[in-house]
Every structure is written in structure tokens, then in C-alpha cells.
């Protein structure tokens, strides 16, 4: 079980609890502003772009290249940029705070 | 070669140069084959535009059968988020479990009419009445309309010689025109109505703005769906262990329908007009001459996709182009997966087998490169699940 805090653009913080499953299925079954996973979870639409919090990212871990391909023409994109549907969910991701991009 | 396979007829191209040429009614065109080189031209919209002569991003070009300016399509940032952002909720809908439920209804329909037949020709009498039918749902008005766009056939604008033709598109622009007129004079909760009575930059839109959307909504879901949908029927006719782990396993749909539009690529190419005199992948482009995003070249990029010919059912990454990509990605998406989810859905569930009995292949020309889009006709026997 890990809880994991979407912040979205509005400033609200959300915190919620999964086992398995990616990120962004998480977010998309909450509702969570801003996350939309189009696509379902393949990586094809960068609709669930977050900021991972600096401190998290050794939790995360980087994007991969497939992933960083997408993000590189999103203007909106930093080093601590992800797309949650390559999230997976596990007790490694306890705690962390993701802040939506859109 | 299989009935349901779709070759690559750009590998070479794409490995060896990274473009192709096409000349297009004397405009002539540099196709971009390799993923990243369209992702990348996608998104650079100052030096490849689509806010040029109404037509001419359009491959093959309309500039001689149409005046009207598709919106938010032939627009570019920062207008074109302005109307994205009016289109886009509307666009959403097939996201609500009522539309969903609408959906699958008609859908289930059409398929349990099918398995009483010994003999279904899948463009004509299944997925243009599909398609058609579940435009009612998208611009929310009755299922009746869905006669007079089946009677259409399945190009708006090309008839059954595949040529660009003025007086098909005149159809579709005097039916557009009426229903506006109609929405004008009794305003509802159809698209017509809803467009009408949205802001933009302090004013509503205008009539032709309307035109504009309604056109572009009928025009780019029409042929890029009826593939996508005949594609599908006859890649399950072919994989029967397709349908059955369908059957075991829904909750994969998701990703078979991206895989399928991956490997499908209902829509071939998107072209755009370049401003200024640049270079894509070492190739010098003169300005005021076109570029396409060869969708379809690039969603088989080896770069990118492993084993790019294999439908991998559950494809787990799977970052295709399918629906173009970056500003002007397809605004029907929702609605085109929406379809296609609960298409293999239902199929898996009532469909045992289907069986391909004869069919035409529709091969796009395109000079140097000839591809297979989908089939003319196709004529199958659905059977009953038992």
C-alpha cells in the first residue's frame, strides 16, 4: 500500500492509497484535475505528465527514454518531469507528492 | 501475404533517407517518415503551419473543392487553443458512462443483426452505419439523421472513383448549411446549437466559424473510422486466439485499440505548409512548399517499437502517432477509441468466429509508396459465440 499526493493547478492537494496498478489509472479512477490518460497507459499521449517533488526522485526514479522523448516537446517539461502511467504503484512510492503539469 | 495484413510500403525509405516525395496536383510534398522527425515537426508550428490556404495541409490537397476553413484544424496557436478549449469539453463526452451505455447499445445492435446473416459486406453495411450512428451520439441529435449520412457513403469528400470531389463536398456543405439554419431558428442541445451560442474573444462564433468545426467533425472521423473498425473485423477474422484473449481478459481492450490504431493508422498522413526555408533530417525544404507527417510510416519506426509489423495485442508501450500528435492532435480520439473499446467488447462476447469470404483491397497511390488503408469490400460470416 502507498499513498501518493497529487497537487493540481488549482492548489489542491489530494492523497490517495493503492497496491498495484499504474499512477495514473489511480488518478484517472479519483478523478484528480488534470491527469486524463487518454490513452489508457501506454505512453502515446502525455496527458498524465506530473512534477515529481525533487526530493521523491530517488523514489521515482527518471523518465525513460521512450518517456523522455515525449516529454522533451512538452514546454511545460523539467528534470523532474514524468508520465504516471509509467508509475507503477508499490510500497517504493510511499509518500511521494507529484505536482500535475496541466 | 495475410487477408488482415497491412504492409509498410515506407521501410526502406524511412531506414535508408528518412523522407519520401509525392507530388500532389502540382504542390508537391516531403513526407516525414521517422517518428521523431514528426513528433518534432508536430509540435513546431511557426515554421510548419496549418493555418495556410483553406485545403492545402491536406494530402491529398482540397484547395480546388472547398473555401471553408476546418477549425480548430487549419488554425494555429495561440487562436487554435482558443478554439480547442471551446470544442474540447464537447469532445469529452464519450468519457460519461450514459454515452457509453448509448453507445453499446447501438453497437451491440449492428453486431446481433450481423450474426443472423450468412453474409456481411463490413465496409457498407457494418461500419459506415456504425460510424454514422454513433456520430448521432457525438453531435447529439437523432439517430434518424444517421439515414441520410449513410446514404452518403463512405467518403464525404470522394466518390467511388477515389478522386476529389466538388460536388460530394457540396453535399455535406448544404447539409451543414440547413442544419444551422435549423439550429438558428430552434436552438437545442445538438453541436449546431451549442457552437452557436459560444464565446470567442468576446463575440460568439460566427456561422462560418460553425461550419468550420461541424465539417472538420464530419470529414475527419468519416473513412479514418470505417477503416479502423474494417481493419479490425478482418485482423479478428484472421487471430480467432485474438478474440478468445479478448474474451479472457477485457481488460486488456484498451491497449489492443491503441495497438490497432498504431498498426492501422487510419489516417495515412497530415501535411503542413513551411514558412521558411529549413532542413528535416539533413534534407533542405524550400519555403511555401509542403511537409506531411507520415502518421503511418512512423508508427512502424523500428527505432521505436519493437517487432513494428506484429500486432502485439497488449502493447505496453506504445507511444504511436496514430491520432497525430502535439497542438493538433485528434480532437475525436475519445470518441474513436470509445468505439473501437467497445466494438472488440462486444465482438468478443457474442462473436465466436468470423470468417473472411472475399474481398478488394483500397490501395492508396501516393507516387513512390503504395499503401493498403483497409479494403473497398470485405465480405465475412460473423458466428455466434456458443
Known amino acids: 500500500m502507498a499513498k501518493i499526493t497529487f497537487i493540481t493547478s488549482d492548489n489542491e492537494s489530494i492523497t490517495l492509497e493503492g497496491s498495484s496498478g499504474s499512477v495514473m489509472a489511480l488518478a484517472v479512477e479519483n478523478g484528480v484535475k488534470g491527469i ?36 522533451e516537446l512538452d514546454d511545460n517539461a523539467d528534470e523532474f518531469s514524468r508520465l504516471c502511467c509509467q508509475l507503477e504503484i508499490g510500497d517504493h512510492l510511499d509518500g511521494v507528492v507529484l505536482r500535475v503539469a496541466k | 501475404m495475410e487477408k488482415s495484413e497491412l504492409p509498410d510500403p515506407f521501410e526502406k525509405a524511412r531506414v535508408e533517407k528518412g523522407f519520401g516525395k509525392l507530388n500532389d496536383q502540382d504542390d508537391p510534398v516531403t513526407m516525414l517518415l521517422r517518428l ?70 447501438q453497437i451491440e445492435s449492428l453486431v446481433n443483426e450481423c450474426l443472423n446473416n450468412d453474409r456481411v459486406e463490413v465496409v457498407n453495411q457494418f461500419a459506415l452505419p456504425l460510424q454514422s450512428r454513433a456520430l448521432t451520439l457525438l453531435l447529439n441529435t437523432p439517430f434518424s439523421e444517421s439515414e441520410t449520412w449513410i446514404s452518403w457513403g463512405t467518403h464525404v469528400f470522394r466518390s467511388e ?47 462560418e466559424e ?17 477503416n479502423a473498425v474494417t481493419n479490425s473485423i478482418a485482423y479478428l477474422a484472421e487471430y ?15 491497449k489492443a485499440v491503441e495497438e490497432f490504431i498504431r ?27 509542403r511537409v506531411s507527417l507520415c502518421w503511418a510510416s512512423a508508427n512502424r519506426d523500428a527505432a521505436v517499437f519493437e517487432n513494428p509489423n506484429e500486432i502485439v495485442l497488449d502493447r505496453k508501450i506504445n507511444p504511436h502517432v496514430g491520432f497525430g500528435f502535439s497542438h493538433h ?44 488503408v483497409g479494403y473497398d469490400r470485405i465480405n465475412v460470416k460473423f458466428n455466434k459465440l456458443t
Open chain 2, 161 to 207: 472513383g477515389e478522386a476529389l470531389d466538388a460536388d460530394k463536398a457540396n453535399i455535406l456543405y448544404d447539409y451543414i448549411d440547413q442544419q444551422i439554419e435549423r439550429a438558428i431558428a430552434k436552438p437545442g442541445e445538438d453541436m449546431y446549437s451549442v457552437l452557436l451560442s459560444s464565446d470567442f474573444q468576446g463575440r460568439k462564433l460566427s456561422k
Open chain 2, 36 to 105: 521523431k522527425d514528426v513528433r518534432k515537426t508536430a509540435h513546431n508550428y511557426k515554421t510548419f503551419q496549418s493555418a495556410a490556404q483553406p485545403g492545402r495541409i491536406v494530402v491529398p490537397s482540397e484547395v480546388n473543392i472547398r473555401d471553408t476553413r476546418q477549425i480548430p484544424f487549419e488554425v494555429d496557436p495561440p487562436v487554435h487553443g482558443e478554439y480547442r478549449a471551446i470544442v474540447e469539453p464537447w469532445f469529452k463526452r464519450p468519457l460519461q458512462a450514459e454515452y457509453q451505455e448509448k453507445l453499446k447499445e
Open chain 2, 263 to 289: 498498426y492501422f493508422s487510419p489516417l495515412t498522413q497530415m501535411g503542413r505548409v513551411v514558412t521558411e526555408d529549413t532542413a528535416v533530417c539533413e534534407h533542405a525544404i524550400k519555403a511555401d512548399t
Open chain 2, 240 to 254: 480467432p486466439e485474438s478474440l478468445e484473449r479478448l474474451r479472457k481478459e477485457p481488460e486488456i481492450a484498451g
Open chain 2, 329 to 372: 492532435n485528434c480532437l475525436g480520439a475519445t470518441h474513436a477509441r470509445q468505439i473501437l473499446k467497445i466494438l472488440l467488447n462486444t465482438l468478443a462476447t457474442k462473436v465466436g468466429s468470423i470468417e473472411i469470404q472475399d474481398y478488394k483491397e483500397n490501395i492508396e497511390s501516393l507516387d513512390e509508396f503504395e499503401r493498403k
Open chain 2, 210 to 226: 460553425v461550419k468550420g468545426v461541424m465539417v472538420l467533425t464530419f470529414a475527419g472521423g468519416r473513412d479514418t473510422v470505417i
Open chain 1, 36 to 71: 486524463d490518460g487518454d490513452c489508457g497507459g501506454v505512453c502515446s499521449c502525455a496527458t498524465c505528465h506530473v512534477h515529481v517533488s525533487p526530493e521523491d526522485m530517488k523514489k521515482t526514479g527518471t523518465a525513460s527514454e521512450i518517456e523522455a522523448d515525449m516529454l
